[in-house]
């Protein structure tokens, strides 16, 4: 798939993106893929997939995991939300559903469709936030098995690529057993941000 979206126009992608139905039958609420992009974004911001929420808003990251996101890069709703300077592509774009312990994983038929074609054409990212162990796995040189493992590994792609836990309020004994993270990495992610949206 990914060879004869490679040639077609920009905006003609991403409208058949947010026309697809590859893994419909698996949705719970149906397919609606939500993705934010341009050609001309900086940033970009790598998450698992939509939650319910977002789902039924249609934007990415509107719930409090986007709140805490935009918190540790240090911009508002605005710059988040500005698709010309930053692109949202999760690995999965459609809600998976729920399940025990929280949402399901990605769809896997998502990544392999999309993915490449949909990152050749940002040609002008300096920043990839990789945000939970799938994205992980997909975006990083060298991933490790666990996202802490990742992330304690932060420099070895920086200043082009940052792995990190999920915001999600469900990582708030994560964030208190790692003290090193906020303390040591958001302040480095905060002067990246800044640097890439002042140039």
Request: hydrophobic share 35%.
């Amino acid at each position: 798939m990914t060879s004869i979206y490679s040639r077609m126009p920009f905006d003609e992608l991403v409208a058949q993106v947010r026309q697809c139905r590859i893994c419909e039958a698996h949705l719970p609420l149906g397919p609606r893929p939500v993705i934010q992009i341009s050609e001309s974004a900086r940033i970009l911001v790598v998450g698992q997939a939509p939650g319910r929420r977002v789902h039924e808003t249609g934007l990415p990251f509107n719930d409090p995991s986007g709140d805490r996101l935009r918190n540790w890069m240090g911009i508002d709703r605005d710059v988040f939300y500005d698709e010309n300077r930053l692109a949202i592509l999760p690995m999965g774009f459609c809600y998976p559903g729920t399940g025990k312990s929280g949402d399901l994983p990605p769809r896997p038929e998502c990544a392999p469709a999309w993915r490449e074609a949909l990152l050749a054409r940002l040609e002008h990212i300096e920043l990839t936030l990789v945000i939970g162990q799938y994205a992980h796995a997909w975006h990083l040189s060298d991933p490790k098995k666990s996202v802490t493992d990742n992330v304690k590994e932060w420099k070895k792609d920086w200043p082009r690529v940052l792995p990190l836990p999920h915001p999600s309020p469900r990582n708030n004994m994560w964030l208190r057993r790692n003290p090193w993270f906020e303390q040591d990495v958001i302040p480095e992610l905060q002067r990246r941000v800044q640097e890439i949206l002042r140039s």
